[in-house]
């Protein structure tokens, strides 16, 4: 079972920082947050994964409480091709990323 | 293109048929993993393989196998098909099944079964 509580959907309106929420209160000291995303019926996108500390890359950045039992991700600039089901897992030792229902973000112009 | 070739795209089927998905890795990715994804279930983790050895099982069907050749490419058969097995097929890689390294999904192969 997915570790990780997500709301179902959120909006954004274009230009603005999309910021999606993930609980993942029973997170173990050695476990992974990961971030994938799914555009309609594509291939689950890789976006950010952090351990403890707040990451940043081109795509997004992750900010992780320092109870490390809620994240967000997130999206500078959210754009119209940022419309997707986000995902955030909590990947264990044995290296299995087990998906749950994820957020759908709408992009609005 | 994200490096994880998989064939076919499409499959359309009879219930009661056989059929088999391949997968082509990442280079240099040891690690293989089936996912299926239906409408009412989402992504769901079939099986996972480690150069070549089963590393883990998910919620895959007997009537479902898989493998993984010595050149790393993957296959997952489904045989006895039915209606229920209709749904999109994914394939990811990885360099290695330790958490700090992500995978990378291809495109899928969306299986209709009639």
């Known amino acids: 079972d997915a570790k990780t509580t997500q709301p179902p959907s959120m909006d954004c309106a274009e230009g603005r920082a999309a910021n999606l929420p993930c609980n993942h209160s029973?997170?173990?000291?050695?476990?992974?947050v990961y971030w994938y995303r799914q555009i309609h019926s594509q291939g689950p996108q890789y976006i950010i994964h952090g351990l403890k500390n707040n990451e940043t890359n081109e795509m997004a950045s992750l900010i992780i409480t320092e109870d490390r039992k809620s994240s967000t991700l997130i999206l500078p600039h959210a754009t119209l091709r940022d419309t997707a089901v986000y995902y955030c897992i909590v990947r264990d030792e044995g290296g299995k990323l087990i998906f749950g229902q994820g957020t759908e973000l709408s992009v609005k112009p | 293109d994200s490096g994880v070739t998989q064939t076919p795209k499409h499959l359309i089927t009879a219930t009661g048929q056989r059929v088999t998905l391949r997968c082509s890795p990442r280079s240099g990715d040891l690690s293989v993993y089936w996912y299926q994804q239906s409408l009412d279930q989402g992504l769901q983790f079939l099986i996972q393989y480690y150069n070549g050895e089963e590393r883990a099982k998910g919620n895959i069907l007997e009537r479902f196998s898989a493998q993984q050749f010595p050149d790393l490419h993957s296959e997952l058969n489904l045989s006895s098909l039915e209606l229920g097995d209709s749904a999109l097929y994914f394939c990811?890689?990885?360099?290695?099944?330790?958490?700090?390294?992500?995978?990378?999904f291809g495109s899928g192969t969306r299986l209709t079964v009639v």
């Open positions: 990811a890689s990885s360099v290695d099944s330790r958490p700090n390294y992500g995978y990378t």
């Open positions: 029973t997170i173990s000291g050695n476990e992974y």
